[in-house]
């Protein structure tokens, strides 16, 4: 006698069905692996943000020793970022910055100058975005608290008294 196989009716429903299984947990891996590359997107640029306050500040340093360095009957400001790096008004050069750093949040942009009557006495970034920090400042950063955009983040010299005839500070890129 010969058998028949007996026909297999609940085979092909249960491959439908993990098809649809396979197909949500590969949604949820592509889901869970977009959340993790945003993380790590406003990781890095948490992290660029304070590289920018690091060097920010040691620009604004630099302005500030360049006007402390200066003859007292002859207070002057930087006419360029790379008078920072060699000061030449003296017979041995100084250095009031150890290089140009680059913007760490837009390495191929120029900084954006504040000048006095055509002297530097400030810095800031000009990469597009709004920065993530929105406290915790230091006092030398006043009006860095809720800033829209990198470029409200400025990195001004606090003088003691103005270098040139008052006015307000212009940007210049």
């Not at 340093?61 to 009957?73: F, G």
């Not at 709004?130 to 470029?151: D, L």
């Amino acid at each position: 006698m010969r058998r028949t196989a007996a026909p297999s009716l609940g085979r092909r429903p249960a491959r439908g069905f993990v098809l649809i299984g396979v197909l949500v947990l590969l949604t949820l891996a592509a889901l869970a692996a977009a959340q993790v590359g945003q993380r790590r997107a406003d990781q890095r640029q948490r992290e660029a943000e304070e590289e920018l306050l690091f060097v920010g500040e040691q620009f604004r340093a630099a302005i500030e020793s360049y006007w402390r360095d200066s003859p007292v009957r002859a207070r002057a400001l930087p006419r360029s970022l790379d008078d920072l790096l060699l000061d030449p008004r003296f017979p041995q050069p100084r250095r009031h910055l150890r290089r140009l750093y680059a913007d760490p949040l837009a390495p191929s942009l120029e900084w954006g100058l504040v000048r006095q009557g055509g002297a530097i006495v400030g810095v800031y970034s000009q990469a597009p975005g709004e920065p993530f920090r929105k406290a915790g400042f230091r006092e030398t950063q006043t009006g860095f608290e809720n800033a829209v955009a990198y470029a409200d983040w400025r990195f001004l010299a606090r003088l003691p008294s103005a270098p040139h005839a008052p006015g307000k500070p212009s940007s210049s890129p």
